[in-house]
């Protein structure tokens, strides 16, 4: 079962409960049936007894007469089970009568301390005749004349006849209710996938809205379902216009701080060489200063957005080609698999992060810059993620460099350009987007520069 799947949750409890409902069911209609059978059989033992009974009477001799017709043939088939026998008591002389079917065998019987009669003077037991046949046995005794002469009166029937018509009919049983269990499973899972397919629908709406290609979730869904896609097509459209406002502000705040900062560097040009330079350092590390603090709280508003997904391969295809015409004296090659990698960011964002890189990789490269994207491996990541290598063939760092190396406005070497906020405005942000900036050691012998960066989820 997918993990989360209504459908799989609905359709398992539903077979759950249809299996356990027609197990229950046919449990009971076989042994109601069992009872029903069983009572029958004995009501027809005890019919049989009664005919018996009254086709039985004292000839002249003194001897037990009578020719019992039960009008079942199975009394005329010896070894059949189905069997009549009246024996003499007391004063009552001569031989035993009995059905063909008996065929001399003789019927133990328990005695009366044993299994006594009922209220009706009656009772009833199992035996075994000597064809091996399970019996069911009803006897009596009954007075046959005014002068106390009795006769032992007994029917026994075939109980294996009665247990193979149970089992054939527990048989027909659950082959009817499997065959019903099995159709009513497929008209539940059909009629559950039917009822539930806004749902689906409304997923794959959800992830067109994710994977960017709708603005919100489009089409006609039940009323029972309609309001939660109201819901969600607000917190869109609230979104996007938190995004736009923060933006919009954004832009203000950078325009209105552009004018004075620009006054600044231009007024530094009539002081003196030193007041010059150190103003326009100044000037210029708080221009950057405030770019950074604008882009985190632009990332910051936008980070949530569902609608945020860039292309990695152009960006970085792009990246390289512009910084191949400013370096040419080095190599920049790029290994991108999946070439069709989707990342759940702003283009601009990942623009500035891999500038960064790669522009500080060309600083310290000798010869050549490689740019690798790959599947990250982190099985503990709370989303899929990839990962963006740009290895130098430069003198790299140790790792006491490294972690200096991503403070802000440090600079481990003073004779390149530069403010010193390159890698920290990197990992700031990276950790917006909930990824991460870490150093190592290159297999080319320089620094790497590991950016991971989380993957667009296309599917709700």
Do not use: C
Not at 13 to 41: C, H, K, N, P, T
Not at 153 to 165: C, I, P, T, Y
Request: hydrophobic letters at 45%; proline letters at 4%.
């Amino acid at each position: 079962m997918k993990r989360g799947s209504l459908t799989a949750r609905v359709l398992l409890f539903a077979s759950a409960w249809a299996v356990i409902a027609l197990v229950a069911i046919a449990i009971v209609i076989s042994q109601l049936y069992r009872a029903g059978s069983e009572r029958a059989y004995g009501d027809l033992l005890r019919a049989h007894l009664n005919s018996v009974i009254n086709a039985v009477t004292i000839d002249e001799d003194g001897r037990l007469s009578g020719s019992p017709q039960l009008g079942d043939l199975v009394f005329d088939q010896p070894g059949s089970g189905w069997i009549w026998l009246v024996e003499p008591l007391g004063g009552l002389e001569g031989p035993r009568l009995a059905s063909i079917s008996i065929d001399g065998s003789t019927i133990a019987a328990p005695s009366v301390a044993q299994l006594p009669f009922n209220d009706r003077y009656q009772r009833s037991y199992p035996a075994t005749d000597d064809a091996g046949n399970r019996l069911q046995v009803v006897e009596t005794e009954v007075e046959l004349d005014n002068q106390g002469r009795a006769a032992r009166f007994r029917v026994m029937g075939n109980r294996d006849v009665l247990e193979a018509d149970i089992a054939a009919f527990s048989t027909n049983l659950y082959l009817v209710l499997a065959l019903f269990g099995i159709g009513s499973l497929m008209v539940n899972a059909v009629a559950i996938l039917y009822g539930l397919r806004p749902l689906d629908h409304a997923r794959q709406a959800l992830g067109r809205v994710r994977a960017g290609e709708a603005q919100r979730l489009d089409g006609a869904f039940p009323r029972e379902i309609a309001p939660l896609v109201g819901e969600i097509n607000a917190l869109i459209e609230a979104n996007h216009r938190v995004i736009e406002r923060a933006r919009m502000q954004v832009g203000n705040l950078a325009h209105s701080l552009k004018t004075p900062i620009a006054v600044l560097i231009n007024e530094s040009r009539g002081m003196t060489p030193a007041h010059e330079t150190l103003v326009r350092a100044q000037a210029e590390t708080m221009q950057a200063q405030v770019q950074t603090y604008l882009d985190r709280a632009r990332i910051a508003a936008q980070r949530g957005s569902v609608l945020a997904r860039t292309e990695a391969a152009p960006v970085i295809e792009r990246l390289v080609r512009v910084m191949a015409k400013l370096n040419r004296d080095l190599e920049f090659s790029t290994d991108i698999e999946p070439r069709d990698a989707m990342l759940a960011m702003e283009s601009q964002d990942l623009e500035e992060a891999l500038g960064n890189l790669v522009e500080n990789a060309a600083k310290f490269a000798h010869k050549k810059v490689v740019i690798r994207l790959r599947a990250a491996s982190d099985a503990g990541a709370e989303r899929p993620m990839f990962r963006i290598d740009i290895d130098d063939d430069g003198p790299g760092l140790d790792e006491a460099g490294m972690a200096e190396a991503v403070k802000r406005g440090r600079r481990l070497d003073e004779s390149k350009p530069g403010t010193g906020l390159g890698l920290s405005i990197v990992a700031e942000i990276a950790s917006e987007y909930k990824g991460a900036l870490t150093l190592a050691r290159a297999d080319t012998g320089g620094l790497s520069a590991r950016l991971t960066l989380p993957s667009l989820i296309t599917e709700a």
